[in-house]
């Protein structure tokens, strides 16, 4: 069983690889040849940047693979006898358990450092995506390190908790977790607000009015409509609606308003909108609340021999690392599903934007479409199987087909210039 699990976790690597492989390939091939919604450069600068991400994913997939080996073979064994001594007099289980999944979770965190601080401080540097310091960054490491201790210890201790108490655990895991990811969702632009970005109220109360009245038209209830200062951080354009209930926030990237005009932010906005008014928020939470009950399923179901081969106790803590291990592998072969379900979504996004947008929205769409790819520096051509694996939104020349846009109508010269906000 235990060289069954091993080979699923290396074709999985293999496969991860390979398709980033081909992708490189493809986007080394498509850079050289005509440009395509970017100018010349835009679309060369484009090329480069989704090749460096895609070579920096495969070394992080070939660490992944020897960190995962290391776990496996000697890693585990390892932590529980470090941590032996809390249960020396027969007491602390569960200060144990604890102690030996947020071990795990810390190791892999500070391998995982170097990667972040190179995609940070160099790859973003390099394509002019940061703006944030070394001090910032340590500062929001140490906040997000700190908040997984808290958190994290508070979940293993509950899931610790229910593997001890009940014959079905892995069911009520299963429940216990999908609370925890609905309660997430919910309570994420708080955390945001409280410990990374800061929000304020839209000062503009003219768009403010126009984002409202787009509002009641899909009978979605907000706290209010705020701006993040993200670009203290990044060049990157966003928004997002966070929370749930009367709780929902609308949060406009300030990038995004300093980026786009009135209507092209109001067909964005639309956009969202549209997210809402299909439920897909809770399609999506659907899906990986599917995804959690298949991977809880399986691991509540492994052999006896499984154990034994590792050297290891059925213990509870070992069952939580073995299930941290391989969700890289389930969500891989769940993405393609979630990914058809998604694309679908985003056509569907997509014409409600349009149509809230008023005459003339499938433009407005377009050219905030255009915007995004170029300040975004996202490449608009990609390999199929590339897209098979990880593209939750339709590639963008799709969508422009999809809304019945001549690329001719598209506005040029507002594409290519720096559109400061009509508001």
Request: proline share 3%; net charge negative; hydrophobic share 50%.
């Amino acid at each position: 069983m235990l060289m069954t699990i091993v080979a699923i976790y290396t074709l999985f690597v293999l496969v991860t690889i390979y398709t980033s492989v081909m992708q490189i390939g493809y986007v080394s091939k498509a850079k050289r040849g005509k440009a395509v919604l970017l100018s010349d450069s835009e679309f060369v600068k484009a090329g480069d940047y989704s090749i460096a991400k895609e070579k920096m994913s495969i070394a992080s997939s070939f660490l992944d693979y020897i960190v995962f080996i290391i776990w496996i073979d000697l890693g585990i064994k390892f932590l529980e006898d470090s941590f032996v001594f809390l249960t020396e007099n027969g007491e602390n289980e569960a200060v144990m358990n604890i102690a030996i999944v947020m071990g795990f979770l810390v190791i892999n965190s500070i391998i995982s450092l170097p990667f972040s601080y190179y995609e940070k401080f160099v790859l973003d540097e390099k394509f002019g995506f940061n703006k944030s310091t070394m001090a910032q960054w340590i500062k929001d490491t140490l906040i997000s390190f700190v908040m997984t201790l808290i958190l994290g210890s508070l979940v293993v201790w509950g899931i610790y908790l229910i593997i001890s108490s009940f014959t079905l655990w892995w069911l009520w895991s299963f429940v216990f977790i999908f609370a925890v990811v609905v309660l997430i969702n919910m309570l994420y632009p708080a955390f945001r607000a409280m410990f990374f970005d800061k929000l304020t109220p839209l000062k503009d109360e003219k768009l403010d009015h126009e984002i409202k009245v787009l509002m009641d038209k899909t009978g979605f209830v907000s706290s209010g409509v705020f701006v993040s200062d993200a670009s203290k951080r990044d060049a990157r354009l966003n928004a997002y609606f966070g929370g749930f209930g009367k709780a929902k926030r609308v949060v406009l990237f300030d990038t995004l308003i300093e980026k786009l005009s009135t209507r092209e932010l109001l067909a964005v906005l639309g956009h969202e909108l549209g997210h809402f008014a299909h439920g897909d928020i809770y399609k999506n939470i659907a899906l990986v609340g599917a995804m959690l009950f298949a991977m809880f399923g399986i691991f509540g179901n492994l052999p006896d021999s499984l154990y034994s081969e590792l050297g290891l106790s059925e213990a509870p803590y070992v069952v939580m690392i073995l299930l941290i291990l391989f969700m890289p592998v389930l969500g891989f072969l769940m993405m393609p599903i979630m990914g058809i379900v998604s694309r679908h979504n985003e056509y569907e996004a997509d014409k409600m934007g349009s149509e809230l947008a008023g005459v003339g929205g499938e433009i407005e769409l377009a050219n905030a479409l255009k915007k995004l790819v170029t300040e975004n520096k996202s490449f608009p051509l990609s390999h199929p199987l590339y897209i098979f694996f990880h593209y939750t939104h339709p590639p963008v020349l799709e969508r422009l087909k999809e809304l019945g846009v001549d690329l001719q109508d598209i506005d040029k010269n507002a594409l290519e210039a720096t559109c400061q906000a009509n508001i």
